[in-house]
């Protein structure tokens, strides 16, 4: 059974930074890619970030560059998102999402909470 399991949400100011973490199990992690989306309240679920399967390459949704960095430990099956300089509008369910290559095959976590609140 496939489980991601997302930690390192909370409540934080304005200005702060947060480390989020998703780790894996079930799945042979190194063959997939990872990545990130979140989904404030009332609006869609949103793109944030992904890496692919060794951590060569990172990709952004435009809105998040500079700010978000996402990264992946395979020896621990763990993907990562480090968010700085928090702002109220990243406020949101941040959920976590592995992506076999070459395949509708994906999987989600049940997400984590971040809340920017000063």
């Known amino acids: 059974q496939v489980q991601l399991v997302e930690s390192g949400g909370g409540l934080v100011r304005p200005g702060g930074s947060l480390d989020l973490s998703c780790v894996a199990s079930g799945l042979p992690f190194s063959t997939y890619a990872m990545g990130w989306f979140r989904q404030a309240p009332g609006k869609e679920r949103e793109y944030v970030a992904s890496?692919?399967?060794?951590?060569?390459?990172?990709h952004y949704a435009e809105a998040m560059k500079g700010r978000f960095t996402i990264s992946r430990d395979n020896a621990k099956n763990a993907v990562y998102l480090r968010v700085d300089d928090l702002r109220l509008d990243d406020t949101a369910i941040y959920y976590c999402?592995?992506?076999?290559?070459?395949?509708?095959?994906?999987?989600w976590g049940q997400g984590t909470q971040v809340t920017v609140q000063g």
């Open positions: 999402n592995a992506r076999k290559p070459n395949s509708t095959t994906f999987y």
């Open positions: 890496i692919s399967q060794r951590g060569k390459n990172a």
